[in-house]
């Protein structure tokens, strides 16, 4: 094993692992920005909740045939209800915002300095895990696996 003896290079090793640091801190602190905006994207969509009714409710959990309204009424339009499976499953509709606007950062927290990604919209477990007539939206998955790969781009990039 080499033994150092020159003060110099240990403070220059020092200074190289702190940079390291730095960087790997700097890519964390970027990828969970990343995380934030996904979030805003994933909570955007702009499909009009009038649009969604003339549709027949596409993210009913039954997913087929006309709304209880159209069944109730006799006015069963299959020209629209055939369109229910053109709907994207994300992002999800943004009627009043709320749920966009709600999302916020907080941290970094602890020693090894967490972050977290939180929204206090009230209906926010309706939307993600769903209900026994409103399907789950899980974009919260989707936010994981994007900051799962950036991570792993980040690490790959410094040598990890």
Do not use: C
């Not at 959990?61 to 006309?66: H, M, N, W």
């Not at 309204?69 to 339009?77: A, D, H, M």
């Not at 967490?114 to 998955?141: C, H, I, N, Q």
């Amino acid at each position: 094993m080499r033994t150092y003896d020159k003060a110099a290079y240990i403070l220059a090793l020092q200074d190289g692992m702190a940079a390291y640091a730095q960087s790997v801190e700097h890519g964390y602190r970027r990828a969970v920005r990343m995380s934030v905006k996904d979030f805003r994207e994933l909570t955007s969509g702009d499909i009009p909740a009038k649009t969604l009714r003339r549709l027949g409710y596409p993210y009913a959990v039954d997913g087929s045939g006309p709304s209880r309204r159209q069944r109730l009424t006799g006015k069963t339009q299959y020209s629209k209800v055939a369109m229910r499976g053109r709907v994207p499953y994300l992002p999800v509709n943004k009627q009043t915002g709320r749920l966009q606007r709600s999302g916020r950062l907080k941290g970094p927290t602890g020693p090894d300095k967490r972050y977290e990604l939180r929204a206090d919209a009230p209906y926010l477990p309706f939307v993600l895990f769903g209900t026994r007539s409103l399907m789950a939206r899980r974009f919260d998955k989707v936010i994981q696996r994007r900051f799962g790969a950036r991570w792993k781009g980040i690490e790959m990039a410094l040598g990890g």
